[in-house]
């Protein structure tokens, strides 16, 4: 087993797990954005395909004895979108997904050399995309702080998860739960089961079905009127007298 890493530098290094660097690929990019393994490939010779910073998505058979750095041929580039992809998802057939700053996330076919069939456009740049095959759901992560869920079959969009106030940069899927990280500090959580999906896409279209949250008390208790004001003027005259007391002490 060996790690692999890609960077800013635009080099490919695959590493023992002690740390020990067995070779360094140069595609000749600018940047590496995503390394993805081939989940159709071998497991005794894995195909790794890598997205770069200037468009292209290049692809290279893993052979059994890894150190040998010539037996490692990097292919000829895909090129399907116009400028950086950020990221690489496979989906259960073996169609994989990209998202792009040319403002789209695509499907490449593998059937047809990953050339793509479907392309989901977007306001702004695409940082990421996660597949939910189990309801045929792509779902986006965009610049413009929105995340998309989208229909695979149709291409049609489904739903808008929205709640962040700046770039979302990543999603994470586990079961039926939706997380994502954005650099507004926050990582928040979507429910996608079909249920909740359902009821959240009801309220989309009908704001008015949006349950709201009761307001908050005072936290006084079930006192009158006329008991809770005479109980907030004696709160703060006790604030004047401690202030006025803290000032006399500091002189």
């Not at 497991?43 to 059994?64: G, K, M």
């Not at 990097?74 to 073996?94: A, C, M, R, W």
């Not at 004001?229 to 004047?240: H, P």
Request: charged residues 25%; glycine residues 4%.
């Amino acid at each position: 087993m060996v790690l692999l890493s890609g960077g800013a530098d635009g080099d490919i290094n695959i590493w023992t797990f002690e740390g020990r660097r067995l070779v360094c690929l140069r595609p000749q990019s600018r940047g590496i954005e995503c390394i993805a393994l081939d989940p159709f490939s071998s497991p005794e010779t894995p195909r790794i395909f890598f997205s770069t910073s200037q468009r292209e998505i290049y692809h290279f058979v893993l052979p059994a004895s890894a150190a040998i750095s010539k037996d490692i041929k990097i292919s000829e580039p895909i090129i399907q979108h116009e400028t950086s992809v950020y990221k690489l998802e496979f989906d259960n057939d073996g169609d994989l997904w990209t998202a792009s700053a040319d403002k789209t996330a695509k499907r490449l076919l593998r059937e047809n050399n990953f050339t793509a069939d479907t392309t989901l456009a977007h306001p702004d740049f695409v940082r990421d995309i996660v597949i939910y095959g189990l309801s045929g759901l792509a779902i986006t992560a965009c610049r413009d702080e929105e995340i998309r869920l989208w229909n695979t079959a149709s291409s049609q969009l489904m739903h808008v998860f929205s709640g962040h106030f700046e770039e979302i940069t990543a999603l994470a899927l586990t079961g039926t739960t939706l997380l994502s990280v954005s650099i507004d500090a926050t990582l928040r959580k979507w429910s996608i089961a079909p249920s909740d999906l359902q009821k959240a896409t009801d309220e989309a279209k009908n704001p008015a079905l949006v349950e709201k949250e009761p307001e908050p008390k005072s936290g006084f208790g079930d006192l009158t009127e006329e008991e809770e004001a005479q109980l907030r003027a004696l709160m703060e005259d006790e604030e004047s007298e401690a202030l006025d007391k803290m000032a006399r002490d500091e002189q």
